[in-house]
């Protein structure tokens, strides 16, 4: 069992920064994504990272957002870059291991989900 715990969400300005967190309980082996639903939306992904360090984007954020790993505190990060007020979401930390689905895409691909954190991006 996989244990996530978000944290650094918030109001911000349009063309501001936000960090988010996600510690795990568990960080061996398994890919770590970000997913966010907003308002009236289905969630979509945002970014993945394997334990190997590659990396995954969603087109609507790449070169604006980052996802980074920390094996030692177990924890995954998103820096978000130039924040526009679509962005606005709840972001959902999620991980999977490598019994999990092929695919860093799809949120069906993991199992393991955090509460979510509120982003809100002001114009």
């Known amino acids: 069992q996989v244990q996530l715990v978000e944290s650094g969400g918030g109001l911000v300005q349009a063309g501001g920064s936000l960090r988010l967190s996600c510690a795990a309980s568990?960080?061996?082996?398994?890919?770590m994504a970000w997913f966010r639903q907003g308002p009236g939306k289905e969630r979509e992904f945002v970014a993945a990272i394997t334990w190997a360090g590659s990396t995954y984007y969603a087109d609507s954020v790449k070169g604006r957002f980052t996802i980074a790993r920390d094996n030692a505190k177990k924890t995954v990060y998103l820096q978000m870059n130039s924040l526009k007020p679509e962005d606005t979401a709840v972001y959902y930390c999620a991980a999977k291991s490598v019994l999990g689905g092929p695919s860093v895409y799809l949120g069906t691909s993991y199992a393991y989900w955090g509460q979510g954190t509120q982003v809100t991006v002001s114009s």
């Open positions: 568990v960080f061996s082996t398994v890919t």
